[in-house]
């Protein structure tokens, strides 16, 4: 299995990015997938999660209504589109696939529910 995370970079506050995680070695389109983050000196963070089938999507409270996470099984890939950034987003962001074959809220935030992470990608919000 293999996650691989692209799309960050600096930002102002206000500003968007889009994450990307392309996956390999499983048969995507069945597994629940989530974004989570870690930001300098602070426990990882679950964000976002979608099913399989991308019809339900969950968030936390403090990203709802700013971020969007998608998904295109056809590419093997997942999104996180992250609007109205602040400072408070700046943190290494990471994919992972869930171990669960239907999980509700929470059984996305439970981190250990997780088969695989990627490298990350760092996503960094200052002016």
């Known amino acids: 299995v293999l996650l691989e995370e692209s799309g960050g970079g600096l930002a102002q506050p206000g500003g968007s990015l889009r994450l990307s995680c392309v996956a390999s070695?499983?048969?995507?389109?069945?597994?629940?997938m989530s974004w989570v983050r870690q930001a300098p000196g602070k426990e990882r963070e679950w964000v976002a999660g979608?099913?399989?089938?991308?019809?339900?999507?969950y968030y936390i409270d403090s990203v709802e209504g700013r971020f969007t996470i998608s998904r295109d099984n056809a590419l093997n890939t997942v999104y996180l589109q992250m609007n109205n950034l602040k400072p408070e987003d700046t943190a290494r962001y990471y994919c992972?696939?869930?171990?669960?074959?239907?999980?509700?809220?929470?059984?996305?935030?439970?981190?250990?529910?997780?088969?695989?992470w990627g490298q990350g990608t760092q996503v960094t919000v200052s002016s």
């Open positions: 992972g696939e869930s171990v669960f074959p239907f999980p509700d809220f929470g059984l996305f935030r439970q981190l250990q529910g997780y088969g695989t």
């Open positions: 070695g499983f048969i995507f389109g069945h597994y629940a």
């Open positions: 979608l099913v399989s089938t991308g019809a339900d999507t």
